[in-house]
């Protein structure tokens, strides 16, 4: 257990520092979420005079689910590190080393999160600055990141699972957009569920996006309803978990494959 | 550096077979392989590409599981101990295994470290192997910066890290140009000097016979013939002796003189040249010599050539290596 921390942590290392030294990358990654907060934010002004919005401005509802969609994006590419490492030898070289395949998971989903993290946090501060207002202080800062992670673990973990399985790069990238608009347009991450037709509104209660939405939305509002933020975290830890182990497990079919 | 203490085999392979399928084909890669490596040497792996070379690596380093046959590394089991074997064994694959976006000395404090090497003694090993790489001016510098030869040096540095006991080499200098061709096999030479067990890869005819004390030659998944370099080339009789005549109308006469001689096999002719086998060139250049000269022939050139590891394959698997490979 010790040996898949150091592991994990060692490879962790080695990915931030990648990403340290290529700090385009991360920059590159929120002008699409800022393009969309500023816009979607600017079109759908007026749709707050719709019920179900709460009284508050388009901007204020609008912020907390692009950090959400900016998660899921940003996580679906964390499986195209294994394609660049399969295509080179470092994922032979690590599979033939001691490194544990939990910490080749782990260490994937670790600086992933980093990058969500900062990417939230920027996209919460961008809000704010265009004019979106928070009631909930720093607990539902917190929570609109930790809701983030989770959200990003769970697609990181889905996207290294679908690299290690097709291997191919064109193949994981058309995966990954064939699930994120859907799921983005099934959840509350532009409008309330109370103006969803009855079966989208059914069909987001069991999607992780509308999860992370929720209780980044409910965490952020004046009196937050706790259960509720508690329960959506939950659900996406154990998904998150539950995929995590997945990709381990998809090491052997590409084992199966070399 | 490393240095083996186990004395006997440091690699066994029994009757390995391996059949990748894909949805339209199965191709069976390995088909029944034997092979043991002692402890100390340097065994050369040869064969045509497809000949099976990588996948036999690929089960011998745990990456990959064989359908069928048993190996060990290291006196360890590749299938039922395979994270001991993992700790035994250094790799270098065919792609490179560095992280680009590191230096030098980044990438190899790492490799040491996934095995437990604490901070402070990775980064002393990592300053050792720089050094004896030749590689200490470059090590602060990112790999990608760095030559194809000085990247493939960083490979092999980097699975020497943790002292292992067997390294695999797997084509380490495929696509490397002529002088940093010879400087890999210089380093090769010094780790199988300090008593490193090395299995190394190559379609290069002069790289096995240059640098191996053993060979296997394998090709579409069997070991064709194995023994060492001199020993395979002995085993096909006799000397090669080729004659250039100065006149092209004494090549009749030249030919029905040596047709007669005895110990000489395999006699061909061209425009100007006569080609023979002969058991020992050194006997028999005197004699085919004299022979000639007592028939009137004027030569032009004489050369005796001892067999090349072309003619073994060419003997062994029923084709000319160089065709093989250009295929």
Redesign the interface.
């Known amino acids: 257990m010790t040996t898949v921390i150091t592991h994990t942590r060692l490879l962790t290392g080695r990915s931030l520092r990648t990403l340290g030294r290529q700090p385009a990358y991360l920059a590159l990654t929120l002008i699409q979420p800022l393009v969309w907060l500023l816009l979607f934010g600017e079109l759908f002004r007026n749709v707050v005079e719709l019920p179900g919005f709460g009284g508050s401005s388009y901007l204020t509802y609008l912020t907390p689910g692009v950090v959400v969609m900016t998660a899921m994006f940003s996580a679906g590419w964390a499986g195209t590190g294994f394609i660049v490492a399969m295509d080179r030898g470092v994922m032979d070289r690590d599979l033939s080393s001691p490194v544990s395949r939990t910490a080749l998971i782990a260490s994937s989903l670790a600086s992933q999160s980093v990058t969500i993290a900062v990417q939230a946090l920027i996209v919460m501060v961008v809000g704010v600055v265009a004019g979106a207002r928070f009631d909930g202080g720093v607990a539902g800062w917190v929570v609109v990141v930790v809701a983030a992670v989770l959200l990003g673990a769970v697609f990181a973990a889905l996207s290294d699972a679908v690299a290690l399985l097709v291997r191919q790069q064109e193949a994981l990238i058309g995966i990954s957009q064939f699930l994120t608009l859907p799921l983005t347009f099934l959840s509350s991450v532009m409008l309330p569920s109370a103006l969803m037709p009855g079966w989208v509104a059914e069909a987001a209660r069991f999607n992780p996006v509308d999860w992370a939405a929720v209780a980044s939305r409910e965490a952020l509002s004046a009196s937050p309803d706790w259960s509720v933020v508690a329960e959506r975290l939950g659900l996406l830890l154990a998904l998150g978990l539950v995929l995590a182990w997945l990709a381990t497990r998809a090491f052997r079919a590409y084992q199966r494959s070399v | 550096m490393p240095r083996t203490t186990r004395s006997g085999p440091a690699i066994t392979v029994a009757g390995l077979t391996k059949t990748y399928r894909t949805r339209d084909r199965e191709v069976r890669a390995l088909d029944g392989i034997d092979l043991e490596v002692e402890a100390g040497t340097v065994m050369g792996l040869l064969g045509p590409n497809g000949a099976g070379k990588s996948t036999t690596v690929?089960i011998l380093?745990?990456?990959?599981?064989a359908d069928s046959g048993t190996a060990t590394v290291a006196g360890h089991d590749v299938a039922r101990e395979a994270?001991a074997v993992?700790?035994a064994?250094g790799?270098v694959?065919?792609?490179?295994?560095?992280?680009p976006?590191?230096t030098g000395k980044?990438n190899l404090v790492?490799?040491g470290?996934?095995?437990?090497m604490p901070a402070r003694g990775a980064r002393a090993r990592a300053d050792e192997l720089l050094e004896r790489f030749g590689l200490t001016e470059a090590g602060r510098r990112?790999a990608r910066t760095w030559s194809g030869g000085m990247q493939r040096k960083l490979?092999v540095a980097?699975?020497l890290m943790h002292r292992p006991q067997v390294l695999f080499l797997d084509e380490p200098t495929t696509g490397l140009d002529p002088q940093a061709r010879a400087d890999m096999w210089a380093e090769i030479e010094r780790l199988a000097a300090d008593g490193l067990t090395v299995l190394l890869t190559t379609h290069y005819l002069e790289e096995a016979d240059h640098l191996a004390q053993q060979l296997v030659i394998v090709d579409q998944g069997r070991v064709v013939v194995s023994g060492t370099p001199d020993g395979l080339k002995r085993s096909l009789s006799g000397d090669a002796i080729s004659v250039s005549l100065a006149e092209r109308d004494d090549l009749p006469r030249a030919y029905g003189a040596l047709a007669g001689l005895d110990g000489v096999t395999e006699l061909a002719r061209d425009l100007d040249t006569l080609r023979a086998r002969v058991d020992d060139g050194a006997l028999a250049l005197p004699r085919v010599m004299g022979t000639l000269d007592a028939a009137g022939v004027r030569l032009a050139a004489v050369t005796v050539s001892r067999p090349s590891l072309d003619d073994v394959y060419l003997r062994y698997a029923g084709r000319t290596f160089a065709a093989e490979v250009a295929a």
């Open positions: 690929k380093t745990t990456l990959a599981r994270a993992r700790r064994i790799y694959s065919q792609k490179p295994g560095f992280d976006i590191g980044e790492l490799a470290r996934v095995y437990g990112l490979d980097m699975s």
